[in-house]
């Protein structure tokens, strides 16, 4: 069985975060594009299986990329309540995917294997409210035109940070299967 595909996928996200308390918080993945201009979504699904493909905006991104992408990762923030990147450890054999992290500007590569991938510029956090250190499954996916998607699981730690991400300038309503 696979996650149901969310309606609306073309238009930017306008609607309210829907996060309830943490026994039935509803499951939510985040996709990052990697594009010349980073593209951010949040979609939400009925169950923890990881999706087999991903529309952001005329784009489906359903090629499995061999990949484990990281161990753990930290939401990068700017003040408390509002996320503006996430930093992850990218685990050893992602070479193509490596290359491709370093080669854009809303990405800053950090020491043995960190990257930090920001939302939007300034490349700028707080490092002392921004050490989640939180781990989740993940995954990448590529486009026919061989553009990648990063994704990933996540426990976002308030509503209030959830509602920031949905109002980023790089947000665009996604839709997964």
Not at 36 to 60: A, Q, Y
Not at 107 to 133: K, M
Request: charged share 25%; aromatic share 10%; with cysteine.
């Amino acid at each position: 069985v696979q996650p149901k595909s969310l309606a609306g996928h073309n238009s930017l996200c306008s609607e309210p975060a829907t996060v309830h308390n943490r026994a039935d918080r509803a499951i939510l993945w985040v996709t990052i594009a990697l594009r010349s201009s980073v593209v951010v979504s949040v979609l939400e699904t009925e169950g923890e299986r990881e999706p087999v493909s991903v529309h952001i905006g005329d784009t489906l991104y359903d090629q499995p990329v061999p990949c484990d992408l990281w161990l753990f990762y930290d939401w990068l923030r700017i003040e408390p309540g509002r996320i503006v990147g996430v930093r992850f450890l990218l685990q050893e054999g992602c070479h193509e995917l490596q290359a491709r992290l370093e080669g854009l500007s809303y990405v800053r590569v950090a020491t043995n294997g960190w990257f930090e991938l920001y939302f939007s510029s300034p490349l700028e956090h707080r490092p002392e409210i921004s050490g989640d250190q939180d781990f989740s499954l993940n995954g990448v996916l590529s486009s026919k035109s061989g553009e990648c998607l990063l994704y990933f699981l996540s426990n976002f730690p308030s509503e209030e940070e959830l509602d920031a991400i949905r109002r980023l300038d790089t947000y665009v309503k996604g839709s997964a299967e």
